[in-house]
């Protein structure tokens, strides 16, 4: 069982939709949750970060944690054909002894159809 | 802006080959990583750097090397390319944070497609 799963997708979603992404993982000691977007022929960069628990808001992207379920969720309100783009989640711990690597999911292909 | 540039593109190389991939960042971070990218695997780290000269395995290494022989260039380099190394490969780095990964956001080069024939 992988540490972190996501759904490949593709999700597609008529323009103005709310999109809805996420990430279930098994590790407990996982703190820190990252949102990258990827578009096509680009390299991955960081959409969104949150610590631990809660929602954190960014305009029309909303990040949430459930750390009690280890689920984590990306929703997209309001969506454009622009938010076309491959969404990965990526989460890490804090041990200190840790090698600090990021943990990241295989990604979901987001399609906003105009 | 922080920019992080890749050698190639695209490569296509013959099953023994040796073969260099190159990274090269602007922003004068410390940390650099290399990615391998596969289709329902996600990213998967080969080898990343904390200073120039050091280096460590990330999950994948076997197959690889790298080289840092200055701050902003990273190397990756295949001894002998096989067709299960046939994958996109991503480069990135970040700045040292004492908070850790989470603070120490990574940035992305565009990306080198390598097809091993």
């Known amino acids: 069982q992988k540490e972190v799963e996501q759904d490949p997708g593709p999700l597609s979603v008529p323009e103005g939709a709310i999109v809805s992404l996420n990430c279930t993982y098994s590790?407990?000691?996982?703190?820190?949750f990252m949102w990258y977007r990827q578009y096509s022929r680009k390299g991955p960069e960081l959409l969104m970060y949150?610590?631990s628990s809660g929602n954190k808001e960014d305009g029309r992207f909303t990040a949430q944690v459930d750390k009690s379920s280890k689920y984590i969720s990306l929703f997209i309100r309001d969506s454009q054909p622009s938010d076309s783009a491959t969404y990965l989640c990526?989460?890490?711990?804090?041990?200190?002894?840790?090698?600090?690597?990021?943990?990241w999911g295989a990604g979901t292909k987001l399609i906003i159809k105009p | 802006d922080v920019k992080v540039t890749q050698s190639s593109r695209y490569l296509v190389k013959r099953t023994g080959e040796k073969v260099f991939l190159e990274c090269v960042q602007d922003m004068d971070h410390e940390n650099m990583f290399w990615y391998r990218q596969d289709p329902g695997l996600g990213l998967r780290l080969i080898y990343f750097?904390?200073?120039?000269?050091?280096?460590e395995k990330g999950d994948i290494p076997e197959g690889y090397s790298v080289s840092r022989e200055k701050k902003e260039r990273f190397s990756l380099i295949l001894e002998s390319a096989s067709t299960n190394q046939t994958s996109m490969y991503l480069c990135?780095?970040?700045?040292?944070?004492?908070?850790?990964?989470?603070?120490?956001?990574?940035?992305f080069g565009p990306g080198t497609r390598l097809l091993v024939l």
């Open positions: 949150t610590y």
């Open positions: 990526a989460m890490s711990a804090t041990v200190v002894d840790s090698n600090y690597q990021l943990i």
């Open positions: 590790n407990s000691a996982f703190q820190y």
């Open positions: 750097s904390y200073d120039v000269k050091m280096k």
């Open positions: 990135a780095s970040s700045p040292l944070v004492a908070g850790g990964p989470a603070e120490e956001t990574q940035y």
